[in-house]
Nanobody, 124 residues
Framework: QVQLEESGGGLVQAGGSLRLSCAAS????????MGWFRQAPGKERTFVGV???????DYADPVKGRFTISRDNAKNTVFLQMNSLTAEDTGVYYC??????????????????WGQGTQVTVSS
């Protein structure tokens, strides 16, 4: 089973940028559709964006135009570039592999492998 590990989180001022990484081991990500989610304190885990194995990307409305997902198949890693950060972007960020047996892609149940998460804190 593929193992995922996120990194790159930290404390950043509002308006700043961070790039998160999601490194995989035990399998290739090139054949997978990869999603990013985030979870603010006391709230449910919510969809941030998805990088389809076809190369297409979809984003949640709150992050459109600010966040970009990319991948480096040679490094077996997916990235989440986050720009123009605001306090509302604070939370734990997770990468995940989408289940091939689901017809949707924006809910946590649509994904079957998760990393442990990385904390992003944006100070206002």
């Amino acid at each position: 089973q593929v193992q995922l590990e996120e990194s790159g989180g930290g404390l950043v001022q509002a308006g700043g940028s961070l790039r998160l990484s999601c490194a995989a081991s035990g399998g290739a990500l090139s054949s997978k559709t990869m999603g990013w989610f985030r979870q603010a304190p006391g709230k449910e885990r919510t969809f941030v964006g998805v990088n389809w194995r076809s190369g297409r990307m979809d984003y949640a409305d709150p992050v459109k135009g600010r966040f970009t997902i990319s991948r480096d198949n040679a490094k077996n890693t997916v990235f989440l570039q986050m720009n123009s950060l605001t306090a509302e972007d604070t939370g734990v960020y997770y990468c995940a592999i989408r289940s091939e047996y689901r017809s949707t892609w924006t809910g946590p149940d649509d994904y079957n492998s998760w990393g442990q998460g990385t904390q992003v804190t944006v100070s206002s």
